[in-house]
């Protein structure tokens, strides 16, 4: 297995387009996380999975933001009428339910709004 | 509301040196605390797990501790290499399973 997987891993748009990503978690984990990190901050959490199930979203995921994990493997995040301010790397992670919920991060989608 | 803390935000040293990061967070019911480096443009890779029961981890150069009841973890380095420059990141966990809250790293340097 070669870890978690983002994609694409940058991404320039301009401001009003929709875009989407996506991740690949390690194939035994069902737990599936998205953050988003600005550029000297920690990440913050959007959202996350467990198996198909979108169990939390953050009050940063506005109504703009959609993720999905429709067979409970891969999981997308959309981004409609991009902002400036959605500039930032976002981060998936993923992790196991029964062992010690150590997670593992994808090396991010850098996404630029122009 | 949980925050992390991180104190220094930058640190430069030279080669060969030993160095502590430190980690504080607000909310002491954490059910574990997870170091990562990030290197710049790059993803965040797991240094060190500590469940909430445990003290210490250790791995290599690498130790960190935990004391719970006062909101502390402490990232031990030893004798520091270029290659360890990096940003370091502790984020915690509330409950099994649940979202990370992160501090917002320390940026080391270490000099040649």
């Known amino acids: 297995d070669t870890g978690v997987s983002q994609d694409p891993r940058h991404k320039i748009t301009k401001r009003g387009q929709n875009v989407t990503f996506r991740c690949d978690p390690i194939s035994e984990h069902n737990r599936l996380y998205w953050y988003r990190q600005t550029l000297g901050q920690g990440p913050e959490f959007l959202t996350y999975?467990?198996?198909?199930?979108?169990?939390?979203k953050s009050r940063l995921l506005s109504d703009r933001f959609s993720a999905e994990r429709p067979k409970g493997s891969f999981s997308t995040l959309e981004i409609q009428r991009t902002e400036q301010g959605d500039s930032a790397m976002y981060l998936c992670a993923s992790s196991e339910v029964d062992r010690n919920t150590e997670a593992f991060f994808g090396q991010g989608t850098r996404l630029t709004v122009v | 509301k949980q925050e992390v803390t991180q104190i220094p935000a930058a640190l430069s040293v030279p080669e060969g040196e030993n160095l502590v990061l430190n980690c504080s967070f607000t909310?002491?019911?954490?059910?574990?605390l997870q170091w990562f480096r990030q290197d710049p443009g790059k993803g965040l890779t797991s240094l060190l797990l500590i469940q909430s029961s445990q003290r210490e981890q250790t791995s290599g150069r690498l130790n960190a501790s935990l004391d719970k009841s006062s909101g502390r973890s402490t990232l031990y380095i030893a004798a520091s290499q270029p290659g360890d420059s990096a940003t370091y990141l502790c984020?915690?966990?509330?409950?099994?399973?649940?979202?990370?809250?992160f501090g917002e790293g320390t940026q080391l340097t270490v000099n040649p």
């Open positions: 999975f467990q198996n198909e199930a979108q169990l939390e």
């Open positions: 984020a915690v966990r509330e409950t099994s399973g649940s979202r990370l809250t």
């Open positions: 909310d002491s019911a954490i059910y574990n």
